[in-house]
């Protein structure tokens, strides 16, 4: 348990399509400015372009001889996306070499590879989703290179995005994924983001708590900001496209609604 003014607890969150965890560093003393105690930043002229900033994507969890897929992720610098969605690299120390994490539209996958053509002699992890971003993949849908010919489902893997969750650093939606909020949310858990449209900082949070307004929630399908207290029950079910009602009405599975988050000593619901 984390002591102070803002105490965070390992958060636990569900994408559309599956549960999907999110780790969170320790919280900093919240700034106690009048802007802060709204629940947002001045509106900056332009929303921020940056694809990477306080979040980071990592990946955890492989082990023996796929143990140089651990490791601190980033967003390609050269090619920060691949196909429409993020590319990521990670230095590999054992091939002496850089790893590729991308999406293959021809399998629906994503894939982690050394090389960018994502050659099947070339490929070590991949996992089969439609997900936006590779934050918002299940856990259960990764499988590593097996040393039997083939991949073979690794329950300890896993890519998650970690950053401190703080007003003053909170997430870029690049780092969280576009498709972050649209998916089944677990209840008790805060994420504080900005929306890439504005420029302004929300918390992602229901109700208000300590000072701080309720919150928001950000739409991809619209590029936009929506109150979080009906972003759910009444956003998300105005979208008549398949792409929102796939996304609909699954509920957090056990594994990602276990561990709360505690602000000033109270749980904040969903």
Known sequence: MVTGSLQFETLALMPMRNSK??????????????????????????ASLQKERHGRLVSTGARGPLSFLNGNWQRCPDQPDVAGKPHYILLDTYYNGTLHLTYCWKT????VSSDLSASPEYIFAVATSDALHPNTVEKSSWKVLSTLGGFATCASFDVNCVGPN???????????GRDFFVCAQPKKMIIWFECPSTGQTFHSGAKSFGGYRAGNRYCYLCNSCFSANN?????????TTPIAKKKLGRPPSASASRLPVKIHGKCEGH
Do not use: D, N, Y
């Open 231 to 239: 972003f759910k029950s009444q956003h998300l079910r105005s979208h």
């Open 166 to 176: 703080t007003p003053e650093k909170p997430f870029l939606i690049e780092e969280l």
């Open 21 to 46: 965890r999110i780790r969170l560093h320790h919280g900093a003393e919240i700034m106690q400015s009048k802007c802060f105690k709204t629940g947002l930043q001045p509106v900056r002229a332009a």
């Open 108 to 111: 629906c996958s994503w894939q």
